[in-house]
């Protein structure tokens, strides 16, 4: 089995060579800030959400992030306790807009509706003043840093601290470029930075269940609980690049949150962070060769998503650089459908 060298350690880099070790490659993981300073993995809430991500994208898109959340289950036994539950999602409507709005995902979900109290019953912390919502037992999360810690242990020794700079420099029979929102700059393919702002909070544990994916007064809103009582609160979309969280995002995020559930003012604000979610035009990944001489593969893009896609990904990707022939499902991810 042959040299692979993969540029970039965040949860999409770090699952292939993973994968890539298991199969008997020698492996090394190239990355200039692997504790996370500028990887998506660091910020995101880790909702494994196929049905609620994907609503109005395109099929082969909804297959794929069906087929990775089915591989989640093995992935995780794998990596020990790193969050993975699987209480299911509710998502709420405060208002009578909200609820006009969420009722036509809640249809294309086909999830049945609850009443504001039949919901309470499943969440008591829930504001009284929430009208409706919906259970997607479905949608399960996981946290991102607990999977990242558990990957890269596995890959002790293999991860060198290292910007890459120029393919050219990279040694090994094949290089997997999965450098998020920064593999645009490395290999000309169309990779965007599509910043969001989460906040993190910390109380008692107990207080949430469930994840909560909720709209308040139009404002949308994820709320992720953790076992040990952090609360990621999520997460703006907006089109740019800079790193500065902003009285308005932060405003709107605490906004809808405590309008939700009013229990969450006691918390403590631990964390206002920002990252970059790699959007792509169509924002499905790119994952495949980049060109003939079939050396460099790519595994980036993931958009929203990427924390759901990281298993399947590295199966894919690795049976690629193994075999050196893609899976069908591949076909409408190739780069090559942007040039
Ligand atoms: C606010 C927010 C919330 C999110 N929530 C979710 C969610 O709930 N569920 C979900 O599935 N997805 C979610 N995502 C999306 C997910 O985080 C990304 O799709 C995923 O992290 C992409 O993984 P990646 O490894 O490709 O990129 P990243 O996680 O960004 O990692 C890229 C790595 O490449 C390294 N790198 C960059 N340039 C170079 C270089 N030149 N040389 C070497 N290394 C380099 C970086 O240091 C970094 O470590 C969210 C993203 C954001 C921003």
Do not use: C
Not at 19 to 28: C, F, M, P, W, Y
Not at 191 to 212: N, S, T, Y
Not at 286 to 295: K, S, T
């Amino acid at each position: 089995m042959s040299r692979v060298a993969v540029v970039g350690g965040g949860i999409i880099g770090l699952s292939i060579a993973a994968e890539l070790l298991r199969r008997g490659a020698d492996v090394t993981v190239y990355d200039p800030a692997p504790d996370g300073a500028d990887g998506a993995w660091h910020v995101a809430a880790g909702m494994l959400a196929p049905g609620g991500e994907s609503a109005f994208e395109y099929p082969h898109l909804t297959r794929l992030l069906e087929a990775g959340h089915e591989l989640w289950p093995e992935f995780v036994a794998g990596l020990g306790d790193v969050g993975y539950d699987r209480a299911g999602t509710l998502s709420l409507a405060l208002t009578a807009d909200d609820v006009a709005e969420a009722a036509r995902e809640w249809k294309h979900q086909k999830l049945t509706p609850l009443t504001g109290s039949q919901v309470r019953d499943l969440e008591p912390g829930i504001s009284p003043r929430v009208r409706a919502g919906a259970f997607a037992a479905e949608e399960h999360q996981v946290d991102p840093r607990r999977v990242v810690a558990a990957l890269r242990e596995r890959l002790t020794g293999r991860v060198v601290t290292r910007r890459v700079a120029d393919l050219s420099d990279v040694e090994g029979d094949a290089v997997v470029v999965a450098a998020g929102h920064h593999t645009g700059g490395l290999t000309g393919l169309p990779v965007r930075p599509v910043k969001g702002q989460v906040l993190r909070l910390r109380g008692e544990p107990g207080l949430l269940r469930h994840v909560i994916d909720g709209a308040a007064d139009g404002r949308h809103v994820y709320l992720v609980p953790r076992a040990d009582g952090e609360i990621v609160v999520g997460a703006t979309q907006e089109e740019r690049g800079d790193r500065q969280p902003t009285a308005g995002g932060v405003h709107d995020l605490l906004r809808a949150a405590l309008d939700l559930v009013p229990g969450l003012a006691d918390h403590e604000l631990s964390e206002v962070t920002v990252g970059h979610r790699p959007g792509t035009p169509d924002n499905a990944p790119i994952l495949g060769f980049l060109d003939d001489d079939r050396r460099v593969v790519v595994a980036a893009g993931h958009f929203r998503n990427g924390i759901l896609l990281a298993p399947i990904t590295a199966r894919l990707i690795a049976d690629l650089v193994v075999t050196g022939s893609a899976d069908p499902i591949l076909d409408a991810f190739a780069p090559g459908r942007f040039r």
